[in-house]
C-alpha cells in the first residue's frame, strides 16, 4: 500500500515515470527509490567512483534469492536429498534462467548501460534482476523480498515440473556443440584422491585431444558435469 | 518465551534434557524438537531409509546464513566492493570457521555419528552447525533465524575486523602444515586455458612428489589457493 507521504512525494518526483513502471514489474511502490536506480546501473556507466554500480547489490541479491529457493525447494521437495536440491537450485538461478526472468519481468529497459555492444550477450540482465532483489531486501525487509520472488517471479514465470525434467547437463550442451563444431571429445579420470568416504575424482575433458578443463567431485559423473559446464564456458560458440 | 503448553509437553517429554542444552546454547526454547535431532544426525547413522540425516537442513541452512551473513556485511562495510564482500563471507563461512563455531556454541556433543574415526577430521561439526541455521529457519522463521546468527553467533564469537585483517590463505596453513610434518610441497602451472579475458590457470598442487589436488581461476593465486583449500581438507592433520 503506497502511504499519502508516498504519494506527494512521487507527485512531484522527476522519477515518477520510474516509480510507476516498478509498481507494475514488481507490484509495490518502492519507498527508496534510489536504491532501485542503483540496482539497474551497470559499472560501464560508473566511470567515477561518486555513483555506485550495481554489484553489491547483486551480490546481496544473489544471496536472498538462494535462501528463498533453497526453503522453496525444501517444503516442495520433503522427500528429494540435498543433492537434487542443490542440482535444481542451480538450474533455477542459472545465468540464462535469471537473463530469461529480468526480460519477462520486464525490467531489461531500465537498466544503463554505456550501450557497449559486447556486453549485449553477457549475464548484464540477470546481474540486474539480482541486485534488484538486493534491492527490495534492503528498502522493504525480507518478507517483501520472499514474497516477490515466490510470488511475482517463480510461479508465475517458471515451470518447476518442467525444470525439474530438464537436465542441466552441461553433457548434454557440449555434446550438442561438439557435433555442430564436429570436434571430438572425451571425458578422462586423470585421478582419485583420498580414500573411502573422501575419495574425489578429477576428471579431465579433452576437446580435440587438448585438455580444456577439469572436474572434481566425490561423484564422477558430477566431476565430468563441473569439467563440462567449465569447457562450456570457454569454447567459441 | 516457552509457552505453558510446550512447559507441560517439555515436561513429560523424553528429551527434556536435549531442550534444555539446546535452550542453553540457542537462547530459546525449540517448538519442534525433531527438526533439531535431525539437524545432528549425520549420515552415518541413517542406515536405513526411515530416519533422516541432516543434509537437507544443511543445505537450506548453508543459504540462510550466507544471505544473512551477506547482508550484515553490506551494511558493516558500506564503501567495500562485492569482491571484498564475497572473499569476507567465504572466511566467515569457512568449514574451519564453522567447525570452530559449532565447538563454541557447544553444539557437537548434540551430534550423533556412528563414532568413526575417519570422520573425526571432516567436516562433521560444521555440517551440523548449518543444519541447525536450517532446523531454527523452519522451527521459528527467518527472524529468529537471523538474530541466532547475528546476536547468538557472530557477535560473541567472531572478530569480524580480526577475520578481514586475516588471509584466508590455505596455502599459509599448507605451508604451516607441511613444515609440521616435514613434507615437501610444489604448485605447479599445469596448463593455461582459454586467451585474453578468459585465460584461465589450471594449478596442481603436488605433496611428496604426488599430485594432491588442483585449482582452476582466472588469477594464477587464487588457482593456488583453491588447490591449498581442497588439499588441506584432504591431508591428515
Known sequence: MITIRNKIRLFFSSDKKLYKSLKNSLGFYPSNINLYKQAFRHRSVCSDKTQSNNERLE?????????????YLFMRFPFKDEGFLTKMRSKIVSRTQLNQLAKKLGITNFIKTNGDNNLLNSSINGDAFEALIGAIYIDKGFKTANDFILNTVLLPHLDVDKIEQTE????SKLIEWAQKKKTPFEFRVKEEIGTGISKQFIVELLIDSEVKSLGQHYSKKRAEQIAAEAAMALLPQ
Open 59 to 71: 551480490f546481496l541479491g544473489d544471496a536472498v534469492l538462494s535462501a528463498v529457493i533453497a526453503h
Open 168 to 171: 542441466t547437463d552441461f553433457k
